[in-house]
């Protein structure tokens, strides 16, 4: 509720903004802007990994073949994405899979994490964006004598959410 013609204070807002994003994110522990998580393995044996959200997409598998210097991109052919038996873990299965190099980045593997993908926020759900605004608000409003990062009520609609 910032009139529009008064500026003096955006770079401020601009910083709550932010600041509000990464307190939910942290309280969640989960990214909700977009994020690439690089693994690298000595092999191709099966990769578990905690999972971010449902939505988590390989973007990449690459291998250094035997003695070679660069990495070569692998067919989504010779690996498929399911969920683990160990609760919020994903498990990277591969298949038929080529010969490494000998050396403990031979197969990097990047994931894209989060909601906010191409600045489209009607990914992220709802809560967490009211979530993120109630900080935001609590932030611009309670400038002094700050004693917590999140309000009960943030809380309760990231609560859901939430990394146990």
């Known amino acids: 509720r910032v009139d529009a013609d008064f500026n003096d204070e955006d770079d401020l807002i601009q910083d709550y903004i932010a600041?509000?994003?990464?307190?939910?994110q942290n309280y969640i522990d989960?990214?909700?802007?977009?994020?690439?998580?690089?693994m690298e393995a000595d092999s191709f044996s099966d990769i578990e990994f905690a999972a971010n959200w449902d939505n988590d997409e390989v973007l990449s598998v690459e291998y250094y073949p035997p003695g070679e210097t660069e990495?070569?991109?692998l067919d989504a052919e010779f690996?498929?994405?399911?969920?683990?038996?160990?609760?919020?873990?994903?498990?990277?299965?591969?298949?038929?899979a080529p010969a490494?190099?000998?050396?403990?980045?031979?197969?990097?593997?990047?994931?894209k994490q989060g909601w906010v993908r191409a600045n489209d926020l009607t990914t992220v759900p709802k809560p967490i964006v009211s979530a993120i605004l109630l900080v935001l608000t609590d932030f611009y409003e309670k400038r002094e004598n700050r004693q917590e990062g999140t309000t009960t009520q943030a809380n309760?609609?990231?609560r859901p959410y939430r990394k146990w």
């Open 30 to 38: 989960r990214a909700i802007v977009s994020r690439d998580f690089v």
């Open 19 to 24: 600041s509000a994003q990464i307190v939910c």
């Open 100 to 111: 490494v190099d000998n050396r403990d980045d031979a197969v990097v593997v990047t994931i």
């Open 156 to 158: 309760s609609l990231l």
């Open 79 to 96: 690996y498929k994405l399911r969920k683990s038996n160990t609760v919020g873990h994903w498990l990277l299965k591969f298949n038929n």
């Open 71 to 73: 990495k070569i991109a």
